[in-house]
């Protein structure tokens, strides 16, 4: 098939070894590739990207529950280490 878009275009150099880490027989196939490839694959990339940050956003809440209770937790075992002590005392003083 022959291709009557004949541009000229500058790549850096940093660009053309992108483009050549693609598969292809020459520059062509493989500047196509890659155009094509980042064309096609955007969006289930984005989509990827968008259920990631759900699931992201999910365990942050869960870890954030789990905190809390913890903290709770805490905050009860403190608060019955004091009262103990304090029975302790009140041992120690009838006796």
């Known amino acids: 098939m022959a291709k009557n878009n004949i541009r000229s275009v ?6 053309i070894e992108i483009i050549n880490q693609q598969v292809g027989d020459n520059f062509t196939q493989k500047f196509e590739r890659m155009v094509y490839n980042c064309y096609m694959l955007l969006p289930e ?6 259920r990631l940050d759900m699931l992201i956003k999910d365990k942050r ?4 529950k789990l905190q809390d209770r913890y903290y ?5 075992l403190n608060a019955l280490e004091a009262r103990l002590r304090d029975l302790n005392r009140l041992f120690d003083e009838q006796s």
């Open 45 to 50: 990339k984005q989509a990827q990207a968008d």
């Open 10 to 15: 500058r790549f850096s150099d940093e660009m």
């Open 61 to 64: 809440e869960a870890l954030n």
């Open 72 to 76: 709770t937790g805490v905050h009860f």
